[in-house]
């Protein structure tokens, strides 16, 4: 008997994902801007989406479930998003300037 | 080559487009030095991601995913980018305790999702035998409204919470030319 195909399995899914937090994780660290950031952040919510998605098609009893999860996480970045740059554009108008190494307001 | 056949194949091929897609699109988004190629990268990885819901056998958040993450996020993104400078300079030299530090890091995070992984591989997770719900359109709308109702409403509220506060922070220091 031949094995699944690969799309048929999860392993390449939750590679992917995985692949999808370190990229996150290596922007966040890397990026000097707070709108740099903001996107490396959403790639990592991207990868919690995938992951759990994978999860829910090979695992989970009720497939419904996962789908529900995944839909709440997508509203929940678009919160985030209008938020964060609500705050971004605040802190532009103040130091005329996003760069993370301006923000030092408060640095002992 | 009957189609019976054939449709692996194909369907192999349209799933590695959509994994490059996804993988490419993250790799633009964190390392390009202007910002909106970089905000072009994270489109590109959702929608490489809408193709794998699809594979995932879910074409609804495939739908979603592009509705919301580049209709709505990467546009947000892109106003924001008009309205502040957020070019990046040309990066400093590398300072060696920088590197030193960055070494031991990484190191470090891999020992760590070393052993997060060979944790996960020890406890196997079970097929269930029978599916409760068949995952489509009408089970989701069924859940969302009896089982997730209290969840609904809530993330409706934060939402409207997210659109106040946003209009709040955003709104002091402007005035009228």
Redesign the interface.
Known sequence: MNPP???DQPT??LT?S???LA?????LL???????M???G??IF?AA??NL?????????????G??F???I??????????A??????V??NYRS??TTDLADLNG | MNSSSAA?FL??LV?SVA?LT??GG??I??LSHR?IR??C??AL??LG?AG??Y????P??AL??IL??IG??CV??V???M????D??VPRAHRVGSLVWASVLAVA?VLL?WGLTRLTAQAP????A??????SVA??G???LTT?GM?FEM?SL??LV??L???A??R??RHKP
């Open positions: 195909p690969l799309f390449p899914y992917i995985a692949f999808l990229t996150g994780v290596f922007g890397r990026r000097p801007t707070l709108i740099g903001l996107i490396a959403e790639l991207s989406s995938l998605m994978t999860f829910n098609r090979f695992f989970a009893p009720d497939p419904a479930v789908q529900v995944v839909l709440f997508m509203g929940l970045a678009a919160a985030e998003v209008a938020i740059l609500s705050i971004i554009i605040a532009y108008r996003i760069k | 692996p369907l192999t799933f994994v996804a993988m993250a790799l988004a964190v910002i970089s905000v990268g994270l990885c959702c991601l794998l819901y594979f995932l056998r879910s609804f958040l979603m995913e919301i993450y709505a996020v947000t993104i106003f924001a980018v309205l502040a400078e957020p990046e300079p995070g999702f997770v079970t097929v269930p029978s599916r409760a719900s068949d995952g089970a989701i069924l859940a969302l997730y969840a993330i934060v939402l997210a659109i506060g946003a209009l922070v955003a002091p220091g």
